[in-house]
């Protein structure tokens, strides 16, 4: 079977892909896996390297099908791992709460252009409030318009978001997804809400340094140093939020061209995700690392997540609040709560995922 990558404009039909680049990346991904990548200046002044890893699309190929889903939960199935979230799971997760703290995970919303932010919000204001009358009641409103896949606005993908040789998630085919929107493995399937356990890995902390430095990949034995060093196992329903400082390195020194190297997950480590059975993938970034060093697959944390596994992404939140609550807490385990928008056939949502401690 010849691997293909799918663009993201094989799902919506027009814009600019953020995979465009990304794809350029990925055919020299293998030569550049074998170079050494910074983690950055540690908070000793001293720079820590890694030695990245490449992996062959075969090893790729072998896992699409070993960590597949589908018909797991039936040949209808449309939720994917979020079937995990059981009543249980949500009772369990309600009883982490203890202060009744709650805190945002989304960026503010980002309105100029830049080079990783090509389609910036854009707002129109309909009725000013100069326009509202001086005394009695008045009105004011605004419009949005919203490009919420990329590399800056926080998002959830729903399963129709990613395709691989012409299908998506248990098996659907990529025609069903039109210029009406996704017939199948649409964002309405999440309408009632996403109510479970998150477990935050700060693999900056882990690393003491502010921030991992783009092409910093993280390993299955990074998630598991984690787990031991904060106390905390991710279990089956979890929401997973994979914390790099991606933010606090945008904020310090500017945003960055998405092709120049993103900190993330290496292929590797989607076994463990399966193993662990966890409902929900986040993070502070797009989750995978770039370059992959995976020839001809830019981003295959995605594709096997959202394909293979049936497992819904929240891109791009801003986990530097809540890595320092939790840090200051010494708790790495909250309440998430999250509700993507009710639109038929949307292929994911902006969102606003809270966590609560």
Not at 37 to 45: F, V
Not at 332 to 357: C, K, M, Q, R, Y
Request: proline fraction near 4%; aromatic fraction near 6%.
């Amino acid at each position: 079977m010849k691997p293909t990558v799918i663009s993201e404009n094989a799902i919506s039909g027009a814009g600019v892909s953020r995979r465009h680049a990304l794809q350029r990346v990925a055919g020299v991904s293998l030569a550049t896996a074998a170079a050494q990548s910074s983690y950055g200046q540690a908070q000793s002044g001293q720079a820590q390297t890694v030695q990245a890893r490449s992996a062959t699309t075969q090893e790729f190929l072998d896992l699409m099908k070993q960590l597949s889903n589908w018909n797991r939960w039936g040949k209808d199935d449309e939720m994917g791992t979020v079937n995990l979230i059981t009543p249980a799971k949500r009772k369990q997760a309600a009883g982490l709460v203890k202060e009744g703290a709650s805190f945002s995970m989304a960026r503010n919303a980002e309105m100029e252009a830049a080079v990783d932010n090509p389609q910036p919000i854009i707002r129109k204001v309909n009725r000013l409030g100069a326009s509202a009358p001086a005394t009695g009641m008045g009105g004011t409103g605004d419009t949005f318009f919203i490009s919420y896949h990329g590399y800056v606005h926080t998002h959830m993908d729903s399963l129709c978001h990613f395709l691989y040789d012409g299908k998506m998630y248990n098996g659907y085919s990529k025609d069903l997804v039109t210029e009406n929107g996704a017939a199948k493995n649409g964002i309405l399937n999440f309408k009632h809400g996403l109510v479970t356990r998150g477990v935050l890995m700060d693999m900056a902390r882990h690393k003491g340094v502010d921030y991992l430095e783009p092409g910093t990949p993280i390993y299955p034995e990074d998630l598991d140093a984690w787990e031991k060093k904060a106390r905390v196992k991710v279990s089956s329903g979890d929401v997973l939020l994979v914390r790099t400082g991606r933010w606090a390195r945008r904020d310090a020194k500017g945003p960055w061209p998405n092709s120049a190297g993103l900190a993330g997950l290496h292929m590797s480590c989607a076994k463990w995700l399966h193993e662990r059975d966890i409902a929900i993938l986040g993070g502070d970034g797009a989750q995978d690392v770039v370059p992959s060093g995976v020839a001809g697959i830019s981003q295959p944390i995605h594709v096997l997540s959202l394909v293979a596994m049936g497992t819904p992404i929240f891109d791009n939140c801003d986990l530097e609040l809540i890595g320092r609550e939790a840090d200051r807490r010494r708790r790495w385990e909250f309440l998430v709560t999250a509700s993507p928008a009710a639109v038929p056939g949307g292929t994911g949502s902006v969102l606003n995922p809270i966590a609560t401690f």
